[in-house]
């Protein structure tokens, strides 16, 4: 009960999606605990009140209603209800060319891709961390690039898998602001545990804000960014504005804007920056990035502390 509020809840809803999935939840939840009641006092009447034989036509008129015909209504207007929830759930208009805010999310063995495309404006890459402005409807299109992953933020909505080979589309709509927990949820490699991002759903004008500092390039002229270079840092991640352009890794143009580090396995600080370059399979077992462990600390500390001020 105590995991019901936090960051990574279904029951603390932030979204058109989870209010629903949290309503039918509770009425579920309510009418089993009520119906659970009666079929209690019931035995406890049989056994304590009535204890004497029902005639063979009050015990058959009781199995005929409260075992068949009760049960049978209840569970038909259940199945309607949740049915009627569907298109909510999963809208039809959601499609890669609507005029929505469009987010493509791509799995990666253990990190997510980013690119918000919004309707007027050139794509912004980014990593690890979802931002959507609340109020508005947001078209997700979910691809994988080696096994399945699974894309879910429990506050706002259901899930839905990303297959490699093909684009899952679906919308999701938050309704208050709020910073949620978003889990992988389809086992993935030895590290799919440590495989989160952070979604940020924030009033319309802070995202705008936002997003506009997002596609900007990185502000530069920091020591660290030579040793960045000079160990070919940059032919694995992009930092936009400068020559590092490698696509293989995530990009770092704003990574000390993120929450976290290395998609939810780290707090974003300068020592756990320094201590992912050196062993990042210690942290993320199965990572791709090799160990950068070998590296003079000073140089390791520069790194870190250039990537550390990339906001
Ligand atoms: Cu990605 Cu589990």
Redesign the pocket.
């Known amino acids: 009960m105590a995991g019901c509020s936090d960051a990574q809840s279904v029951l603390n809803p932030h979204g058109a999606e989870a209010e629903s999935i949290a309503l039918l939840f509770w009425i579920t939840a309510i009418g089993g605990a009520l119906i659970w009641l009666a079929v209690v006092g019931a035995l406890i009447y049989a056994g304590r009140r009535h204890r004497k034989p029902y005639s063979q036509a009050s015990a058959a008129r009781l199995v005929l209603w409260a075992g068949a015909v009760v049960p049978s209504i209840l569970l038909a207007v259940l199945l309607g209800y949740a049915l009627a929830l569907i298109p909510d759930l999963r809208p039809l208009a959601a499609s890669a060319d609507d005029d929505r805010l469009h987010i493509e999310v791509i ?4 990190w997510w891709r980013v690119i918000y495309h919004p309707p007027d404006g050139q794509p912004v890459v980014s990593a690890n961390e979802v931002r959507l402005p609340v109020g508005e409807r947001v078209t997700f299109s979910l691809k ?1 690039t080696d ?4 894309f879910w933020i429990p506050p706002l909505g259901g899930k839905m898998d ?1 297959i490699p080979g093909r684009t899952n589309t679906f919308s999701l709509k938050a309704t208050k602001a709020g910073i949620f927990r978003s ?7 030895p ?3 440590l ?1 989160a991002f952070t979604a940020v759903a924030m009033k319309p004008g802070r995202f705008d804000r936002w997003l506009a500092n997002e596609g900007k390039e990185a502000v530069n002229g920091k020591p660290g960014l030579k040793p960045f270079l000079a160990n070919g840092c940059g032919a694995c991640h992009a930092i936009r504005g400068t020559e590092a352009d490698g696509a293989v890794g995530p990009d770092l143009t704003h990574l000390a804007s993120r929450k976290t580090l290395a998609a939810g396995s780290l707090p974003n600080t300068e020592d756990a920056i320094a201590r992912f370059i050196a062993e990042p399979d210690e942290v993320k077992p199965g990572v791709r990035m090799p160990a950068f462990g070998m590296l003079p600390q000073d140089e390791i500390d520069a790194i870190a502390a250039y990537l550390a001020r990339l906001e």
């Open positions: 799995g990666e063995q253990f994988s096994v399945i992953h699974s990303m889990p992988c949820t389809e086992f993935c490699g590290s799919h545990a495989m």
